[in-house]
């Protein structure tokens, strides 16, 4: 079960708070919905009970706060607003990344896929994606890791009538099975259709919590909705008759020609237009909700009239637009006849292709102070079902994400972002070959790994900066990671398997690198371009060295900085700033330097190096040594402390 105690936005500047004091509990088993008028804080409450948003109260998951559960996902889905996935990325592909990081089969994905209804779209990237697909997707995501808890923001939104019966049915499905449902609606007779028990909120502020059969006696009245060019005439005649008659009717007129009729029937309204010569353009029979924006015009007989003011006492949010769920039977009853027979059939198909208990919301109490009967509501058992819900997993209890290697290459390469960047990285750097090789004047290690005097740094190594900025930079930019959190896990796991992933991307791209442009010059110059150098073992070390630097230092700078942008000026703050600094301090007199450590090194330790390892020391040893080894180092260290700094600071809070 969820608790809430005291949700508490902070106020901004002079204003109020947008949620001020919002208590109440949502019971496993059970579908609670928290209604409110666009602005009344839903989503507000949301955000404050998942931690996404500052404030005050508690908020407890099965007796536990949000930041005490090991992992979120497992107890809480979540959805609010859209996928945050990255728009290239495809649905399935999404779905299987977040596999990884929950640690589930990967076969999942398929089984969310086939329950919301998408496995014909799975090839579908997020960005090319409806409203509608986009909301079930959301719902894939929060089923993925069979949480108990399904947190749900306007989940029908973008839905049609099909797929709303069919979501209702699920979510009824879900808390049959023991799970806690809390979704958000702004239309009174959704919540009452659908709910267990309705929270409604108005102007950040809790109104009532009511269980459904409460609600729907004291804020959902039946009523005919009438449409006509004389309403006026209309409602005074209907006012009239009611008098004369000493019935109970109440007719409220709303905006344009549009009256609503409490305490009577259709034949009734119907056959007093047709005596008096009035035109009608709709008339059907409504459940309606007493808005506060009604205007009262007539109400007959001291029961009705008290309430009436009852109703408008206790309404909080603007009347739902009620089109969608009338005919115009009046205007054309062979139309309205032959679409009422085909959405019955419909309603049977569904009702036997459904599994699952019976949804059937209680029978409403008539409340002795009424004068009318409570409406009665269509079980949401008659949705079409898609599929029934998944079978439960088993997921391993542990930090998030579980498998962080898996889970990054997934993400590196589900989207053409790195694949696109390599290719023009691999493009530039010989057209820049050929350029140098043709100007002449160029060393051939420079040559060959298409480095200008003139440039801070190859394009190689900028291309690398860059795939190691985006490795944590997309993160935050779409956090699909942070649904639950509003975060992206600062985990050392996580951040070992970017370096990895981001340090054999680099190797791969220096190698490729060096190949096409050596190749290149070969073809274009002949082989005195193309030639190796004689040093090339301490050239490759310090090439590779330069690539990969470069590439972590675009890792944790945007792990650090939360953006792409900052990554890759951290990785050309090295040659511009760091590596200025470094010479100056190397220039410095009073620097001594570690010559002849490798040979000192086998003096105290009295041992040979095999194979000549001192040799390969010693080259290490004067890569190191380098100003922008040196540079690199720096700035590495001093990424990776900041790093660690941030992640111990967001366990403590």
Not at 139 to 148: E, G, Q, R, S, T
Not at 518 to 545: C, H, I, M, N, Q
Request: charged content about 20%.
């Amino acid at each position: 079960m969820i608790q809430a105690v005291g949700l508490t936005s902070n106020p901004r500047k002079a204003l109020p708070p947008a949620v001020d004091d919002v208590s109440f509990e949502a019971r496993a088993g059970r579908v609670t919905v928290l209604l409110g008028a666009p602005g009344a804080g839903k989503t507000t409450v949301l955000r404050l009970m998942l931690e996404l948003q500052q404030g005050r109260g508690l908020t407890y998951f099965r007796g536990r706060p949000l930041h005490r559960i090991a992992h979120p996902s497992r107890e809480v889905g979540v959805l609010l607003g859209d996928v945050p996935g990255h728009p290239s990325r495809t649905v399935r592909g999404h779905l299987r990344m977040l596999c990884a990081a929950t640690g589930v089969p990967v076969r999942r994905a398929d089984e969310v896929l086939e329950v919301v209804g998408l496995v014909s779209l799975r090839d579908e990237r997020l960005g090319t994606l409806s409203r509608g697909m986009d909301r079930r997707l959301g719902l894939a995501c929060a089923l993925l890791a069979d949480p108990h808890t399904l947190v749900l923001d306007a989940p029908a939104d973008g839905l049609s009538s099909r797929e709303i019966r069919w979501l209702h049915g699920m979510l009824r499905a879900h808390a049959d099975q023991g799970g806690t449902v809390l979704t958000t609606t702004a239309d009174p007779k959704e919540a009452a259709r659908t709910a267990d028990q309705v929270v409604t909120l108005k102007e950040g502020r809790l109104v009532a919590d009511q269980a459904a059969a409460d609600f729907a006696r004291t804020r959902l009245r039946p009523r005919v909705a009438v449409r006509s060019p004389h309403a006026a005439r209309l409602a005074a005649l209907l006012t009239k008759e009611a008098r004369t008659a000493h019935c109970s009717v109440e007719v409220v007129q709303e905006d344009g020609n549009r009256l609503s009729v409490y305490g009577s029937t259709c034949a009734h309204v119907g056959e007093a237009a047709f005596r008096h010569g009035i035109l009608i353009h709709q008339l059907a029979d409504e459940t309606g909700d007493m808005g506060s924006g009604a205007v009262l015009t007539a109400a007959v007989g001291v029961v009705g009239a008290e309430a009436h003011v009852e109703a408008s006492a206790m309404a909080d949010c603007t009347e739902s637009d009620a089109d969608a769920d009338t005919d115009d039977s009046f205007d054309n009853p062979a139309e309205a006849e032959a679409e009422a027979e085909a959405e019955a059939e419909a309603e049977i198909g569904a009702e036997a292709e459904t599994e699952g208990t019976d949804t059937t919301l209680p029978t409403p109490v008539p409340s002795p102070s009424l004068p009318f009967p409570s409406p009665s509501f269509p079980s949401p058992r008659a949705a079409d079902a898609l599929s029934a819900l998944p079978p439960p997993i088993s997921v391993r209890s542990a930090p998030s994400p579980l498998r962080p290697l898996r889970y990054e290459l997934r993400r590196a390469a589900g989207i053409s972002t790195g694949f696109l960047t390599g290719a023009a990285v691999l493009v530039v750097s010989a057209l820049t070959a050929v350029l140098l090789a043709r100007v002449g004047h160029t060393p051939q290690a420079r040559l060959l790994a298409a480095w200008p005097t003139q440039l801070p740094l190859p394009p190689a190594a900028l291309g690398a900066g860059l795939l190691g900025a985006l490795a944590f930079g997309d993160e935050f930019r779409h956090p699909a990671l942070a649904a639950d959190r509003g975060t992206v896990p600062r985990r050392l796991g996580m951040l070992t398997a970017k370096l990895v992933v981001a340090a054999f991307t680099a190797l791969l791209l220096a190698f490729l690198t060096i190949g096409c442009n050596a190749e290149v010059l070969y073809l274009l110059y002949g082989r005195e371009f193309a030639k190796v150098p004689g040093d090339w073992l301490a050239l490759t070390a310090s090439w590779f060295g330069l690539v990969v630097g470069c590439a972590w230092a675009g890792v944790l700078a945007a792990g650090v900085f939360r953006s792409t942008t900052a990554g890759l000026a951290a990785v050309l703050a090295v040659p511009v700033a760091v590596v200025p600094l470094v010479q100056a301090a190397a220039g410095n007199t009073s620097v001594r330097t570690a010559a002849g450590l490798s040979v000192r090194l086998r003096e105290v330790l009295l041992v040979q190096w095999p194979f000549g390892g001192e040799r390969y020391l010693s080259a290490a040893v004067r890569l190191v040594a380098q100003p922008v080894g040196w540079a690199l180092a720096l700035s590495l260290t001093t990424l990776l402390c900041a790093y660690l700094f941030t992640t111990l600071r967001s366990r403590v809070r």
